[in-house]
Protein backbone atom coordinates (compact mmCIF):
# COMPACT_ATOMS: atom_id res chain seq x y z
CA UNK A 1 0.00 0.00 0.00
CA UNK A 2 0.95 3.56 -0.25
CA UNK A 3 1.61 5.72 2.73
CA UNK A 4 -0.28 8.43 2.89
CA UNK A 5 0.67 11.22 5.38
CA UNK A 6 -2.26 12.87 7.49
CA UNK A 7 -0.82 17.27 8.37
CA UNK A 8 -3.79 18.15 10.97
CA UNK A 9 -3.75 21.79 11.89
CA UNK A 10 -4.11 22.40 15.83
CA UNK A 11 -4.63 25.83 17.30
CA UNK A 12 -7.25 26.12 20.85
CA UNK A 13 -9.14 23.32 19.42
CA UNK A 14 -9.67 21.49 22.87
CA UNK A 15 -13.52 20.94 21.68
CA UNK A 16 -12.83 19.65 18.25
CA UNK A 17 -9.45 17.73 17.65
CA UNK A 18 -10.53 14.78 19.77
CA UNK A 19 -13.83 13.70 17.04
CA UNK A 20 -10.64 15.09 14.25
CA UNK A 21 -8.49 12.53 14.96
CA UNK A 22 -11.13 9.38 15.85
CA UNK A 23 -12.01 9.97 12.49
CA UNK A 24 -8.67 9.25 11.27
CA UNK A 25 -7.98 7.02 13.48
CA UNK A 26 -10.90 4.42 11.99
CA UNK A 27 -10.13 4.75 8.39
CA UNK A 28 -10.59 1.63 6.45
CA UNK A 29 -7.17 2.42 4.47
CA UNK A 30 -4.40 1.29 7.07
CA UNK A 31 -1.22 2.99 5.66
CA UNK A 32 -1.26 6.39 6.65
CA UNK A 33 0.36 8.59 9.27
CA UNK A 34 -1.27 11.51 11.06
CA UNK A 35 0.84 14.34 11.96
CA UNK A 36 -1.29 16.42 14.23
CA UNK A 37 0.72 19.77 14.25
CA UNK A 38 0.17 22.06 17.64
CA UNK A 39 1.10 25.94 16.46
CA UNK A 40 1.48 26.94 19.49
CA UNK A 41 -1.83 25.82 21.64
CA UNK A 42 -2.95 27.54 24.84
CA UNK A 43 -5.60 25.82 25.71
CA UNK A 44 -5.86 21.94 26.66
CA UNK A 45 -5.62 20.51 22.83
CA UNK A 46 -2.35 18.44 23.83
CA UNK A 47 -3.93 16.43 26.87
CA UNK A 48 -6.95 15.18 24.55
CA UNK A 49 -4.27 14.38 21.31
CA UNK A 50 -2.07 12.65 24.07
CA UNK A 51 -4.30 9.47 23.79
CA UNK A 52 -3.72 8.85 20.86
CA UNK A 53 -0.58 8.71 20.49
CA UNK A 54 -0.58 5.18 21.34
CA UNK A 55 -1.48 4.58 18.09
CA UNK A 56 2.09 4.34 16.15
CA UNK A 57 0.65 5.92 13.83
CA UNK A 58 -0.27 9.55 15.09
CA UNK A 59 2.78 12.09 16.26
CA UNK A 60 2.67 15.48 17.59
CA UNK A 61 4.56 17.95 17.01
CA UNK A 62 4.85 21.14 18.91
CA UNK A 63 5.78 24.15 17.39
CA UNK A 64 5.71 27.90 18.20
CA UNK A 65 2.82 29.79 16.58
CA UNK A 66 3.22 30.71 13.44
CA UNK A 67 -0.28 30.64 11.90
CA UNK A 68 -2.22 28.06 10.14
CA UNK A 69 0.25 28.34 6.83
CA UNK A 70 3.03 27.51 8.84
CA UNK A 71 1.83 24.72 10.75
CA UNK A 72 1.49 23.05 7.11
CA UNK A 73 4.50 23.99 5.29
CA UNK A 74 6.38 22.42 9.25
CA UNK A 75 3.92 19.20 8.87
CA UNK A 76 5.06 18.90 5.18
CA UNK A 77 8.95 18.57 5.47
CA UNK A 78 8.08 16.25 8.24
CA UNK A 79 6.10 13.63 6.21
CA UNK A 80 7.08 10.94 4.89
CA UNK A 81 4.19 9.31 2.72
CA UNK A 82 3.88 9.16 -0.76
CA UNK A 83 0.76 11.45 -0.75
CA UNK A 84 -0.50 14.04 1.35
CA UNK A 85 -3.85 15.47 3.11
CA UNK A 86 -5.04 18.31 4.94
CA UNK A 87 -7.21 17.66 7.69
CA UNK A 88 -7.92 20.67 9.51
CA UNK A 89 -8.36 19.89 13.69
CA UNK A 90 -12.12 20.86 13.94
CA UNK A 91 -13.27 18.86 10.90
CA UNK A 92 -13.68 15.50 10.48
CA UNK A 93 -13.95 13.39 7.57
CA UNK A 94 -15.41 9.66 6.46
CA UNK A 95 -13.96 6.51 7.61
CA UNK A 96 -13.52 5.58 3.85
CA UNK A 97 -12.09 9.39 3.31
CA UNK A 98 -8.60 8.15 2.72
CA UNK A 99 -9.37 4.66 1.09
CA UNK A 100 -11.56 6.52 -2.09
CA UNK A 101 -9.38 9.45 -2.36
CA UNK A 102 -6.41 7.01 -2.99
CA UNK A 103 -8.40 4.81 -5.10
CA UNK A 104 -9.22 7.89 -7.56
CA UNK A 105 -5.67 9.40 -7.32
CA UNK A 106 -4.66 6.42 -9.37
CA UNK A 107 -3.24 7.77 -12.74
CA UNK A 108 -3.41 11.33 -11.69
CA UNK A 109 -1.74 14.03 -8.78
CA UNK A 110 -4.53 15.13 -7.12
CA UNK A 111 -7.87 13.38 -5.89
CA UNK A 112 -10.74 15.92 -4.76
CA UNK A 113 -13.92 14.76 -2.59
CA UNK A 114 -17.07 16.61 -2.29
CA UNK A 115 -17.86 17.68 1.22
CA UNK A 116 -20.60 18.51 3.70
CA UNK A 117 -20.41 21.77 5.59
CA UNK A 118 -21.63 21.62 9.02
CA UNK A 119 -23.73 23.80 10.48
CA UNK A 120 -24.76 23.79 14.40
CA UNK A 121 -29.12 23.11 12.97
CA UNK A 122 -28.67 22.05 9.46
CA UNK A 123 -26.04 20.65 6.80
CA UNK A 124 -25.48 21.30 3.11
CA UNK A 125 -23.64 19.39 0.74
CA UNK A 126 -21.46 20.45 -1.62
CA UNK A 127 -21.28 18.96 -4.98
CA UNK A 128 -18.69 20.08 -7.18
CA UNK A 129 -18.33 19.91 -11.11
CA UNK A 130 -14.76 18.70 -12.73
CA UNK A 131 -15.17 22.38 -14.86
CA UNK A 132 -15.28 24.18 -11.64
CA UNK A 133 -11.97 22.54 -10.42
CA UNK A 134 -10.15 24.00 -13.19
CA UNK A 135 -11.52 27.87 -13.04
CA UNK A 136 -10.13 27.39 -8.80
CA UNK A 137 -13.77 27.16 -7.30
CA UNK A 138 -13.47 25.31 -4.51
CA UNK A 139 -9.76 26.05 -3.20
CA UNK A 140 -10.00 24.29 -0.02
CA UNK A 141 -6.76 21.88 0.75
CA UNK A 142 -8.86 20.01 2.98
CA UNK A 143 -11.00 17.77 0.52
CA UNK A 144 -8.04 16.52 -1.80
CA UNK A 145 -5.71 14.32 -1.59
CA UNK A 146 -1.78 15.33 -3.22
CA UNK A 147 1.52 13.00 -4.80
CA UNK A 148 4.19 14.30 -2.63
CA UNK A 149 6.50 14.61 -5.60
CA UNK A 150 4.63 17.02 -7.42
CA UNK A 151 4.50 19.58 -4.59
CA UNK A 152 8.14 18.89 -4.36
CA UNK A 153 9.02 19.82 -7.64
CA UNK A 154 7.24 22.63 -8.62
CA UNK A 155 8.05 23.72 -4.56
CA UNK A 156 4.51 24.41 -3.79
CA UNK A 157 4.00 25.94 -0.10
CA UNK A 158 1.25 27.65 1.85
CA UNK A 159 1.82 31.32 1.55
CA UNK A 160 2.94 31.97 5.08
CA UNK A 161 0.94 35.47 6.97
CA UNK A 162 -1.33 35.08 4.53
CA UNK A 163 -5.31 34.88 4.30
CA UNK A 164 -6.46 33.05 0.98
CA UNK A 165 -3.67 30.86 1.92
CA UNK A 166 -5.74 27.53 0.42
CA UNK A 167 -6.55 29.65 -3.12
CA UNK A 168 -2.95 30.12 -3.59
CA UNK A 169 -1.74 26.66 -2.74
CA UNK A 170 -4.41 24.01 -4.41
CA UNK A 171 -4.67 26.54 -7.86
CA UNK A 172 -0.91 26.42 -8.03
CA UNK A 173 -1.07 22.17 -7.68
CA UNK A 174 -4.24 22.30 -10.32
CA UNK A 175 -2.14 24.14 -13.01
CA UNK A 176 0.34 21.72 -13.20
CA UNK A 177 -1.08 18.46 -12.44
CA UNK A 178 -3.70 16.33 -13.22
CA UNK A 179 -6.83 15.41 -11.28
CA UNK A 180 -10.03 13.39 -10.47
CA UNK A 181 -13.17 14.69 -8.83
CA UNK A 182 -14.95 11.84 -6.46
CA UNK A 183 -18.32 12.52 -6.22
CA UNK A 184 -18.78 11.26 -2.78
CA UNK A 185 -19.21 13.61 0.34
CA UNK A 186 -16.33 12.61 2.78
CA UNK A 187 -15.19 15.52 4.09
CA UNK A 188 -17.01 17.37 7.05
CA UNK A 189 -16.47 21.29 7.03
CA UNK A 190 -17.49 22.25 10.52
CA UNK A 191 -19.13 26.23 10.63
CA UNK A 192 -17.84 27.12 13.58
CA UNK A 193 -17.43 30.46 15.36
CA UNK A 194 -14.71 32.13 15.08
CA UNK A 195 -12.75 30.11 12.36
CA UNK A 196 -10.27 32.37 9.66
CA UNK A 197 -13.57 32.23 6.91
CA UNK A 198 -15.50 33.71 9.67
CA UNK A 199 -13.76 36.52 10.83
CA UNK A 200 -13.35 39.83 7.87
CA UNK A 201 -10.94 42.61 8.24
CA UNK A 202 -8.66 44.60 6.32
CA UNK A 203 -6.29 41.10 5.65
CA UNK A 204 -9.04 40.09 3.05
CA UNK A 205 -7.00 41.94 0.50
CA UNK A 206 -4.27 39.48 0.74
CA UNK A 207 -6.24 38.06 -2.19
CA UNK A 208 -4.25 40.88 -4.49
CA UNK A 209 -0.96 39.44 -3.54
CA UNK A 210 -2.42 35.70 -4.11
CA UNK A 211 -3.07 36.69 -7.53
CA UNK A 212 -0.13 38.20 -8.38
CA UNK A 213 1.83 35.29 -7.33
CA UNK A 214 -0.77 32.42 -8.85
CA UNK A 215 -0.19 34.89 -12.55
CA UNK A 216 3.91 34.83 -11.40
CA UNK A 217 3.43 30.96 -10.81
CA UNK A 218 1.83 30.48 -14.78
CA UNK A 219 4.51 33.05 -16.53
CA UNK A 220 7.58 30.87 -14.73
CA UNK A 221 6.08 27.28 -15.77
CA UNK A 222 5.41 28.80 -19.51
CA UNK A 223 1.31 27.83 -19.24
CA UNK A 224 -0.25 32.02 -18.69
CA UNK A 225 -1.52 31.76 -21.83
CA UNK A 226 -3.79 28.54 -21.32
CA UNK A 227 -4.58 29.65 -17.72
CA UNK A 228 -5.14 33.28 -18.40
CA UNK A 229 -9.17 32.59 -18.79
CA UNK A 230 -9.08 30.47 -15.81
CA UNK A 231 -7.28 33.59 -13.47
CA UNK A 232 -9.05 36.19 -15.41
CA UNK A 233 -12.21 34.16 -13.92
CA UNK A 234 -10.75 33.28 -10.12
CA UNK A 235 -10.03 36.72 -10.29
CA UNK A 236 -14.11 37.82 -10.72
CA UNK A 237 -15.63 35.40 -8.71
CA UNK A 238 -12.79 35.36 -5.82
CA UNK A 239 -12.60 39.28 -5.75
CA UNK A 240 -15.35 41.08 -7.42
CA UNK A 241 -17.92 38.13 -6.13
CA UNK A 242 -16.24 37.21 -2.61
CA UNK A 243 -13.88 39.69 -1.61
CA UNK A 244 -16.45 42.45 -2.48
CA UNK A 245 -18.82 40.37 -0.02
CA UNK A 246 -16.67 40.20 3.03
CA UNK A 247 -15.74 43.83 2.44
CA UNK A 248 -18.81 44.58 2.66
CA UNK A 249 -18.74 43.61 6.35
CA UNK A 250 -15.95 45.73 6.92
CA UNK A 251 -16.90 49.70 9.45
CA UNK A 252 -15.49 51.75 6.47
CA UNK A 253 -17.36 49.92 3.83
CA UNK A 254 -17.79 52.76 1.18
CA UNK A 255 -17.91 53.93 -2.74
CA UNK A 256 -14.18 54.60 -2.50
CA UNK A 257 -13.72 50.90 -1.29
CA UNK A 258 -16.01 49.00 -4.22
CA UNK A 259 -14.31 51.25 -6.54
CA UNK A 260 -10.91 50.26 -5.63
CA UNK A 261 -11.93 47.00 -5.72
CA UNK A 262 -13.01 46.95 -9.30
CA UNK A 263 -10.17 48.72 -10.35
CA UNK A 264 -7.65 46.31 -9.02
CA UNK A 265 -9.17 43.45 -11.31
CA UNK A 266 -9.86 45.74 -14.47
CA UNK A 267 -5.92 46.53 -13.95
CA UNK A 268 -5.37 43.08 -15.04
CA UNK A 269 -8.19 42.17 -17.01
CA UNK A 270 -9.69 45.36 -18.41
CA UNK A 271 -12.48 43.45 -20.42
CA UNK A 272 -13.15 40.80 -17.16
CA UNK A 273 -16.98 40.83 -18.21
CA UNK A 274 -16.53 39.35 -21.22
CA UNK A 275 -14.77 36.01 -19.89
CA UNK A 276 -16.83 33.30 -20.94
CA UNK A 277 -17.64 31.29 -17.63
CA UNK A 278 -19.40 33.72 -16.02
CA UNK A 279 -22.75 32.98 -17.13
CA UNK A 280 -22.64 30.08 -15.38
CA UNK A 281 -22.59 31.81 -12.22
CA UNK A 282 -26.15 32.80 -9.87
CA UNK A 283 -28.18 35.52 -11.10
CA UNK A 284 -27.36 37.16 -8.68
CA UNK A 285 -23.95 36.97 -8.94
CA UNK A 286 -24.59 38.29 -12.66
CA UNK A 287 -26.90 41.22 -11.32
CA UNK A 288 -24.17 42.50 -9.36
CA UNK A 289 -21.55 41.93 -11.73
CA UNK A 290 -23.35 43.85 -14.26
CA UNK A 291 -23.91 46.80 -11.69
CA UNK A 292 -19.97 46.67 -11.16
CA UNK A 293 -19.16 46.86 -15.18
CA UNK A 294 -20.84 50.01 -15.44
CA UNK A 295 -19.11 51.29 -12.62
CA UNK A 296 -22.60 51.73 -10.37
CA UNK A 297 -20.78 51.68 -7.57
CA UNK A 298 -22.91 53.49 -4.93
CA UNK A 299 -25.87 51.28 -6.03
CA UNK A 300 -23.68 48.03 -5.24
CA UNK A 301 -22.54 49.58 -1.98
CA UNK A 302 -26.06 50.03 -0.84
CA UNK A 303 -27.18 46.59 -2.09
CA UNK A 304 -24.17 44.47 -0.24
CA UNK A 305 -25.68 46.97 3.28
CA UNK A 306 -29.05 45.86 2.71
CA UNK A 307 -28.39 42.03 1.50
CA UNK A 308 -25.28 40.08 2.59
CA UNK A 309 -27.00 38.92 5.71
CA UNK A 310 -29.17 37.02 3.14
CA UNK A 311 -26.04 35.88 0.63
CA UNK A 312 -24.12 32.74 1.47
CA UNK A 313 -21.13 32.38 -1.07
Known sequence: MDKISVIV???????????????????????????????????????????????????????????????????????????????????????????????????????????????????????????????????????????????????????????????EFTSKVIMVGSYRVLHESLYHYMQNEGSIMHTYDERIFHIYDVFENLTDFAKQQGIYEREKEHLEFASVYHILVGTMYRASFLKNFRRSMVKSIVKHVEESYPKWYNNSYIKDLPISFRVMLFFLRIHAYFLVMILYRLFHNFVRL
Open 9 to 167: SVYNIEKYIGKCLSSLQNQTYDDFEVLAVDDGSTDQSSKVIKPFLKDSRFRYLKKKNGGLSDARNYGMKQASGKYIAFVDGDDYVEEDYLEKLHQAIQGKSISICEFVRDYPKQVRYNAIREEDVSLFRYPAAWNKLYEKALLDQYHIEFPVGKFYEDL
